[in-house]
């Protein structure tokens, strides 16, 4: 479970202050999915550091499972834009980095994870010798390693190709299925909002405010993309951004 | 004709595939191609010299070559005198140069305080504080060691400081949200990213440290059998060919080192290797 309340992000000091976030309140529950979506640069990723435990909020709190959070969580996974991975790193060292940070030995499971994925024939290589589309699967396997209860997603597929961009989304939701972990998307992708929230919640330019939240519960129906739940849903989506 | 052209063909694309191939033999045989040019252009300028000048003012390479032989182990002496001050002063500056400059760029409040410093010394010539040195510490062996660690930290310091600011803030916040602590963003994040520029900001640091070693072995020397291979060359001033045997051997000396560095940088940043190999 992740509580969100009354959360402002500020970058600057006094009068030159920039707000990113403004007071924003959610809650995401156990197994639960929400999509954050608004226009490029509205403050979505600030709110989502702010989540991950890496920014501080200015004003407000969150906790995890309970606990306030004031730094990164083994519990809290997050999945960067470009995946994240560390260029000199194997695969297998970027998908265990968690794990190796703790050092800790890389479990039995970190095979599994990467056998799921279908990295296990290259888990010696490194990350200039994949295509763009298995280095998400990398970042995904990394996210796994710790088994984590939420999962923090920020732009995953932005600049892929729209078949891998597809595939990969039906692994997100197939893992969502599977390990049951709260689910935060962030987005600028009507699409993928639709196909992967649950909830979306429509941002506001920046500073970043919930506009309103659009309820998505066929989500992750059999072939989604073809119903018309989905395009009713997507429309829902683009009326809702471009109201002022 | 026809078929003799085909082979030619055959054979040129073999050894183009090969040389992109880069495979170990390959690249060695480049080395000795690129050597055997360096000689030929430098037996060239020698005939040149004595035919204009019609004095032997540059002995050609195998005369060289064949006087390195001759002097042989008083050479050798001078030559591992220089190479051991030149090791130990990189060794020193990179210890040293390149950890402070990395915290430089990437700690705020030290790069404020720090940097006003860096930039009033770094622009003065090191070679100014030489006549410094050699008066407070005297004509052996650490001042030399000092003139030339000094000329390479400055070198190392800029250079790690740059590449620390252009560190890719995904890698820091990747591992920043797998829960790194600070050292261990250095370790696992800014020393590998900043690693190649570092090294070949090392190999630009050879020629200068030699240069350095050069001015502080021709300043003053502790005993003319082992005041290195800047005391040999300046006592060899009025035979030409012992000198080119001197500066020959300080060649040969860069060339190790360069040598060196390239391997060293193929086995930490193997990484990088690999993605051109890939590409």
Redesign the interface.
């Known amino acids: 479970m992740i509580d969100v309340r009354d959360v402002v992000v500020e970058y600057g000091k006094r009068a030159g202050a920039v707000r990113a976030v403004d007071k924003i309140s959610l809650r995401v529950a156990p197994g639960e999915s929400l999509a954050l979506i608004g226009p490029s640069g509205c403050g979505k990723s600030s709110l989502l ?1 702010a989540m ?3 920014i501080r909020p200015t004003e407000g709190a969150i906790s995890v499972n309970g606990e306030p959070l004031n730094r ?3 519990e ?3 999945i ?3 995946a ?6 194997t695969v297998w060292q970027n998908a265990n ?2 794990l190796l ?2 050092k800790e030995y890389p479990r039995a499971t970190a095979q599994a994870v990467l056998d799921e994925l279908g990295l296990g024939e290259v888990k010696r ?2 990350p ?2 994949l295509s763009e589309g298995m280095k998400r699967r990398v970042g995904i396997a ?1 996210a796994l390693s710790t088994s984590p209860s939420v999962m923090l997603m920020d732009e995953p597929l932005a600049s892929l190709d729209t078949l891998t961009k597809e595939r990969i989304q039906d692994l997100f939701l197939r893992l969502w299925v599977r390990h049951a972990f709260a689910l935060v998307l962030v987005t600028h992708d009507i699409e993928e909002a639709a196909f992967l929230g649950q909830r979306v919640a429509v941002l506001t330019d920046r500073p970043a405010r919930i506009k309103e939240v659009v309820e998505n519960r066929a989500m992750g129906e059999q072939n989604y993309r073809e119903t018309t739940a989905f395009a009713d849903t997507v429309a829902r989506l683009r009326a809702a951004l471009e109201r002022e | 004709m026809k078929e003799r052209r085909g082979k030619a063909k055959k054979a040129l694309v073999y050894v183009t595939d090969r040389v992109r191939d880069r495979s170990f033999a390959w690249r060695v045989l480049i080395y000795i191609g690129s050597l055997a040019l360096l000689f030929g252009l430098w037996e060239i300028a020698s005939l040149v010299i004595l035919h204009v000048k019609g004095e032997e003012y540059l002995p050609n390479p195998v005369k060289a070559i064949l006087e390195m032989h001759r002097l042989g182990p008083i050479l050798f002496r001078n030559f591992w005198t220089s190479a051991w001050r030149l090791v130990l002063a990189i060794l020193i500056a990179f210890f040293t140069g390149y950890p402070l400059g990395l915290l430089i760029g990437q700690e705020r409040w030290l790069d404020q305080f720090v940097s006003p410093m860096v930039y009033i010394i770094y622009p003065i010539p090191q070679v100014a504080f030489i006549l410094l040195l050699f008066l407070v510490f005297g004509i052996g062996n650490p001042v030399k060691v000092a003139i030339v660690a000094i000329a390479i930290f400055f070198q190392l310091l800029v250079s790690a400081r740059g590449a620390a600011k252009e560190i890719d803030p ?2 820091v ?8 602590s600070r050292f ?1 963003t250095y370790w ?2 800014v020393i ?2 900043t690693l190649p520029s570092i090294l070949t900001s090392l190999r630009v640091s050879v020629g200068l440290g030699m240069a350095f070693l050069y001015i502080a072995e021709i300043s003053g020397s502790v005993s003319p059998g082992r005041g290195g291979l800047g005391a040999f060359i300046k006592a060899s001033s009025f035979n030409t060919t012992q000198q080119a045997a001197g500066i020959l051997a300080m060649a040969l000396l860069g060339l190790v080192l360069y040598v060196l560095i390239d391997v060293m940088e193929r086995i930490v ?1 193997r ?1 990088r290797y ?2 051109r190999r ?2």
């Open positions: 550091f991950a435990g890496l990164p969580r083994r809290i996974a997050l960067l834009q470009n994240g991975l560390l260029p000199w790193k980095l968690s940070l703790g290589r490194y200039s010798e990394r | 995904e890698h916040t990747s591992v920043l949200s797998a829960g790194a261990q696992h994040v590998p990213e940043c990484w690999t993605a890939s590409s």
